[in-house]
Nanobody, 123 residues
């Protein structure tokens, strides 16, 4: 059974920072490209950032570029998302995702999802 559990969400004021973690069991994250998606109320789940299996290549959506950073620690089977300069429009449930597809950015390319963690940014 594969479990991916996000943590680190919460309520923060605009301009603040949060650090999300995604810890996995039942799956070796080192064999997957990993990413983060988010879903705001009434909106579709959207791509946020991804990195390859080694962490040597990353890519972020334009909306978070320069503010969010994705990283991984394969020894800990964990993926991270550092979020800085948060804006109210970043409010969403954040999901980690594991994919076998290189350069993935679509939900259809995700093999495993975490359960999600709520991030709320107040103005």
């Amino acid at each position: 059974q594969v479990y991916m559990v996000e943590s680190g969400g919460g309520l923060v004021q605009a301009g603040g920072s949060l650090s999300l973690s995604c810890a996995a069991s039942g799956i070796a994250l080192s064999t997957y490209d990993m990413g983060w998606f988010r879903q705001a109320p009434g909106k579709e789940r959207e791509f946020v950032a991804r990195l390859n299996w080694s962490g040597s290549s990353t890519y972020s959506a334009d909306s978070v570029k320069g503010r969010f950073a994705i990283s991984r620690d394969n020894a800990k089977n964990t993926v991270y998302l550092q979020m800085n300069s948060l804006k109210p429009e970043d409010t969403a449930v954040y999901y980690c995702a594991a994919s076998r597809a290189r350069f993935f950015s679509r939900t259809s390319e995700v093999a495993y999802w975490g359960q999600g963690t709520q991030v709320t940014v107040s103005s």
